[in-house]
């Protein structure tokens, strides 16, 4: 094993090397469950997953949501879209940890910083020229590795260029929303 950045290399290079040679491997389905608790509080379960076409199983995880007391909320856990904020960063770790390792980058130490700035009145339905969302998001990248700082710049671009969260963020992605009655 040939490890960097935590991760076995080897076994990093079996995994791209597997998906260029048959895409299906590389086709995962994720899946989240949500359900109300009440005010403004919800859990979110995430369990299995499917890998071309296989449920793989895994372990249960639970995530509160809640809003802040100026939000009418208990803060029992962060609102929407701080999660947005915490998976960004969290796949931007992934994202730079793998193509660092991918390249024999080490990094020593990494962290990220966001904010994200919204206008309540678009979620309220007090205009509609307010969109409900993010109207922007702020995000530093903190990294010290052994390489240089050109080759860090090309780890950043292809970062952004392959993160799944980045580019969920940054570009439309179809969502369809079914609706059942109970």
């Known amino acids: 094993m040939t490890g960097v950045n935590g991760l076995d290399v080897d076994d990093l290079e079996e995994l791209i090397e597997g ?19 009440g005010g403004f509080a919800s859990e979110t379960h995430i369990s ?16 509160t949501g809640d809003e802040p007391a100026a939000l009418l909320g208990d ?26 390792a991918a390249k ?22 007090l205009s ?3 969109r409900p969302g993010y109207e922007a998001i702020r995000a530093t990248t903190h990294i010290d590795a052994d390489a ?7 780890l950043h671009e292809e970062v952004k ?6 580019d969920n963020v940054t570009n439309e992605v179809t969502l369809d929303i079914d609706l059942q009655f109970e």
């Open 128 to 130: 509609d020229e307010v």
């Open 75 to 100: 803060r029992a856990g962060p609102n929407a879209v701080e999660h947005l904020l915490a998976a960004l960063g969290s796949c931007l770790s992934v994202t730079y940890a793998g193509h660092a």
């Open 19 to 37: 998906a260029a040679a048959d895409p299906a491997q590389a086709s995962f389905t994720f899946k989240a469950e949500t359900e109300w608790t």
């Open 161 to 166: 260029e392959t993160s799944p969260v980045y």
């Open 48 to 63: 299995d997953f499917v890998q071309d076409g296989t449920t793989v199983e895994s372990p249960e995880f639970t995530i």
């Open 104 to 125: 024999g980058i080490e990094i020593e130490d990494m962290r990220f910083e966001f904010e994200g700035d919204i206008d309540l009145r678009g979620f309220l339905g």
């Open 148 to 154: 240089s700082e050109e080759a860090l710049r090309e």
